[in-house]
């Protein structure tokens, strides 16, 4: 029988959810991480740019946007509280897939680049590879899903 105490064992669908909310209403956040607040409309990082840190949002809501400055621009997603964001490029090293923008007031858990490591590395070597596995796998997933390109319907003709 799963411990009702640990989360880790919790026999729920929404297990990354819970754990995110409860991460996000502690008062406490402890050592290595930082309460950080982003204005409306203000862009929290750019694609392409290098992961310098992750982020756990505590309150307000974030857009997820990639190709901004192209044709296709696509919207990946809408973040809020206890939603993660920039954690992909804290693993890899490899630069940001896409852009986070602030479309309320945001406050938000921040984990730095060299805090993350720090904590990774304390991790066993097994897991460490089934991690940067899975990150490779997200990536290799989202690039292919991305690629395929919207239609320009202004060249589309009907028959």
């Not at 990082?45 to 840190?53: I, L």
């Not at 989202?142 to 390109?149: A, C, T, V």
């Amino acid at each position: 029988m799963a411990d009702p105490k640990n989360i880790l064992f919790a026999e729920d669908p929404l297990l990354a959810e819970k754990a995110a909310q409860i991460a996000a209403s502690k008062k406490d956040i402890g050592p290595g991480f930082d309460r950080v607040h982003f204005a409306k409309d203000e862009v929290i990082f750019e694609e392409n740019d290098m992961g310098d840190a992750a982020y756990l949002i505590v309150r307000g809501n974030v857009e997820i946007r990639k190709s901004v400055r192209s044709k296709t621009p696509k919207v990946l997603g809408y973040l809020g509280r206890g939603d993660v964001f920039g954690e992909l490029a804290l693993f890899d090293n490899s630069p940001r897939m896409a852009e986070a923008w602030a479309k309320s007031n945001v406050e938000a858990i921040c984990i730095s680049r060299k805090e993350f490591l720090a904590r990774l590395d304390s991790t066993d070597d097994v897991m460490k590879a089934i991690v940067l596995h899975m990150v490779k796998r997200v990536r290799s997933t989202s690039d292919s899903l991305l690629e395929q390109d919207d239609p320009d319907w202004n060249k589309w003709n009907k028959k």
